[in-house]
């Protein structure tokens, strides 16, 4: 996610800064988040062709379960909500929104209501900061099993990816050391949140004393599964047994495997903890190398100081420094950073069943992961992405092959175990003619074997340290991969990139150059860390077909699907896919593909279009790769002298083909998302409005940037209120399918 935050979070956010400074060939990558934000924003309001409904987005998800028949929707009907500045959810007519559950909303009975005035305790019984990805799984009617037709009672599932944390306190974030009380709300803010929703008289509510309501903290324990499990690497004063860790944090994007369990993306999980500035010598052997690849250089300072909160474990465990005599890391907490940066398995249904981190998919900055198109007697893939500067795209393969029982098993975890604990972890290389090819990532392979910057010891260091074996490889940079998502009837697989500030016609040792499947550099007159210079400021959509169409495969084609761009840019060198003024966005992040309509849901976190629009969500027809053309780009160096660059650009996209669908409030991300079985209500997220605020400034309410959903009615403080992540339902008044 490419949040706007404060200068030192930004700074902290591995998303946001290069780490990967290997020789391998670019493929686009992220636009710097802004350092800093207009004071003044320009630009109207809703027509009346849209309804305002104080603000609220559209994000990513769905059910992988194929019970429910699906109609496919091959034009949209809806009328395009315009671009807008307001402190709203502005969603189309026809259509009505309302909130369900937003940060600090109580989930027992005896915790009360949320004040939101920074006096609020007991994080780990209420929702959490920064409602991100987000599943829907079905309950029976009674209440006591899943049912995955059920569209009228179920379970959202939701990631909390970080906070807002100066809207946490009385009089906002404290210096450092930091308060344990403030720590104490901070920490557990972070993780998933299993809620309970339930449909009554057309509309949905959360079930506040429901006895499936839970929290996942970064202190809830936590089972290894994979081949980190046990292995050195893992060993922990916590654990010595290196079979464990605790908790889950900065968790983004999300999946739901074919047997009905959530999958948990960790992204940005590094910049929570510190490094001191001697550690490198201390350590004195090649984790030094590993921590850097990973953004914890020695010194590094941690995003919210908890280590600083006092000498209690559940605050020493932020700093990694090695201080303890061990060889192993047995006692100290030197090894706690290989225990986070996984996609983390949790039973929605059962409270009991222990949540697993899959370290057979490696470790980076993960988005969502998404299952490839089922087969039985076939092994199940997962594509995922790192979302972080010149990073990669990868893909996991199961070892065992997909039989239906396991569709509903009597324990979920063990069938994880059965699909997600072993299998091959591929790397994916870009090729200029519009065919790549998947790379596997083992020691077998002699170049990661016989890598010179890192000796990597088993398997489990091959997985642990999967972006120093993608370098090894050569595998292709990319610009922040976030979310992807999969096609339901054609399988093809598609990657939201988001943007790149650092992709260059004439590139430095730390930026992209331009290639074929990141084609453009230009300017912008707003966003980027500098405003004006030259990069892919609004990012693009790539999309891959398999070989065969199989999951397995080792070669695909490529080709994108949509260039981000403003509409009145040149449709030669910026707005490829000639985006109108109804369908043009900057920074696509979330996807999701409707297993109702097939509709492919765009939702995006722009800082380079936020001088004219908030943050936006929008419904495409897709079509399929190799529909369009190949495009040539020609641009002219300083020295005169010209390049070509020839990109794989999919169909333009007509009228009824793409249309913006909502637009958020001032300062969102709109972000996770997730659909009843039978397409009639979406669960959208918006993440962090108003997020923009300083310490000095929480104690002045007309200071905010947003009071949503205070001033859409939901909560206390009103119009006045602090605004409050919140997840939000979305149905259609003639009670037909979303975005029909």
Not at 249 to 277: D, H, K, M, V
Not at 608 to 615: H, V
Not at 628 to 638: E, M, P, R, V
């Amino acid at each position: 996610m490419n949040r706007r935050l404060d200068l030192p979070q930004r700074l902290a956010l591995d998303d946001d800064t290069d780490l990967n400074l290997s020789g391998n060939p670019s493929f686009n990558k992220v636009l710097d988040a802004r350092l800093s934000r207009r004071s003044i924003l320009r630009g109207g309001v809703g027509t009346a062709a849209t309804a305002l409904l104080g603000g609220w987005g559209v994000a990513a998800c769905g059910s992988d379960d194929d019970e429910t028949p699906s109609t496919t929707i091959e034009k949209l009907s809806f009328a395009a909500v315009p671009k807008g500045l307001a402190d709203a959810v502005v969603i189309p007519a026809g259509y009505s929104a309302s909130v369900l559950y937003a940060l600090g909303d109580p989930l027992d009975a005896a915790t009360p209501a949320y004040r939101n005035d920074g006096t609020d305790t007991d994080f780990d019984r209420r929702a959490g900061d920064h409602h991100d990805g987000m599943e829907y799984f079905g309950l029976s009617t009674d209440g006591t099993r899943r049912d995955a037709n059920s569209s009228e009672r179920g379970l959202l599932v939701m990631n909390h990816e970080a906070l807002t944390d100066n809207f946490l306190h009385v009089n906002g974030s404290s210096a450092r050391p930091r308060p344990a009380g403030e720590s104490d709300k901070e920490i557990p803010a972070h993780g998933v949140s299993v809620v309970e929703v339930r449909k009554s008289n057309g509309k949905f509510a959360y079930v506040q004393a429901s006895a499936f309501n839970r929290r996942i903290t970064p202190l809830t324990p936590v089972e290894i599964g994979g081949p980190l499990r046990g292995n050195a690497l893992m060993k922990t004063k916590y654990d010595p047994s290196g079979n464990s860790t605790r908790g889950t944090i900065n968790n983004c994007g999300t999946g739901q495997t074919p047997w009905g369990s959530f999958l948990s993306g960790e992204e940005n999980w590094a910049g929570y903890f510190t490094r001191g500035a001697a550690d490198d010598s201390a350590r004195a052997d090649k984790s030094v190398t590993a921590l850097i690849r990973y953004g914890r250089a020695q010194g590094a300072a941690s995003r919210h100081g908890w280590e600083t909160s006092g000498a209690d474990d559940k605050y020493a465990r932020w700093n990694i420094s090695r201080s303890g005599a061990s060889a192993d890391g047995s006692d100290d907490y030197r090894n706690e950073l290989n225990g986070q940066g996984y996609i983390t398995e949790i039973d929605p249904y059962d409270a009991t069943a222990p949540v697993k981190k899959r370290s057979a998919l490696g470790r980076f900055a993960h988005e969502s992961a998404s299952f490839g198109k089922l087969a039985a007697g076939q092994p199940l893939a997962v594509y995922m992405g790192d979302d972080s500067r010149g990073e990669y795209i990868y893909k996991f393969v199961s070892a065992t092959a997909w039989s239906a029982a396991d569709a509903n098993p009597a324990n979920r975890i063990a069938t994880g175990d059965k699909y997600l604990d072993s299998g091959k972890l591929y790397v994916a290389k870009f090729n200029a003619d519009g065919s790549g090819s998947w790379v596997e990532l083992s020691l077998g392979n002699p170049l990661i074997a016989g890598y010179a910057a890192y000796a990597f010891a088993d398997p489990a260091d091959v997985v642990v340290n999967a972006r120093l074996a993608a370098d090894a490889v050569g595998a292709t940079k990319m610009d922040r991969p976030e979310w992807c998502a999969v096609h339901p009837h054609t399988g093809e697989i598609y990657y939201a990139l988001t943007n790149n500030s650092n992709r260059k016609l004439e590139p430095t040792a730390s930026q992209q150059a331009l290639d074929a499947a990141n084609p453009r550099s230009y300017r912008d007159s707003y966003g980027g860390a500098a405003p004006g210079s030259a990069g892919n400021v609004n990012g693009h959509i790539i999309r891959i077909a398999e070989a065969g169409g199989a999951g397995s495969a080792t070669t695909f084609t490529w080709d994108v699907y949509l260039f981000g761009a403003q509409s009145d840019a040149s449709t030669t060198s910026v707005n490829l896919s000639a985006l109108t003024a109804d369908q043009d966005f900057s920074s696509p992040d979330g996807l999701w593909f409707s297993r109702s309509t097939q509709l492919c849901w765009i939702q995006t976190d722009d800082g380079a279009y936020t001088d004219t629009t908030n943050c936006m969500m929008l419904a495409g027809v897709p079509g399929k790769v190799g529909d369009g053309a190949k495009t040539t780009l020609n641009y002219t160096k300083t020295d005169g002298s010209t390049v070509a660059i020839d990109t794989y650009v999919g169909k333009a996209p007509v009228a009824d083909a793409l249309r913006r669908f909502l637009v958020g409030p001032v300062d969102c991300e709109v972000t996770g998302c997730a659909e009843t079985p039978d397409g009639k209500t979406l669960f959208v997220n918006i993440q962090h409005p108003g997020e923009s605020i300083s310490a000095a400034d929480v104690a002045n309410p007309a200071a905010y940037l947003s009071h949503w959903p205070g001033n859409a009615g939901y909560g206390a403080g009103g119009a006045s209120a602090r605004p409050r992540s919140a997840t939000i339902a979305i149905s259609k008044d003639d009670g037909g399918l979303i975005g029909s």
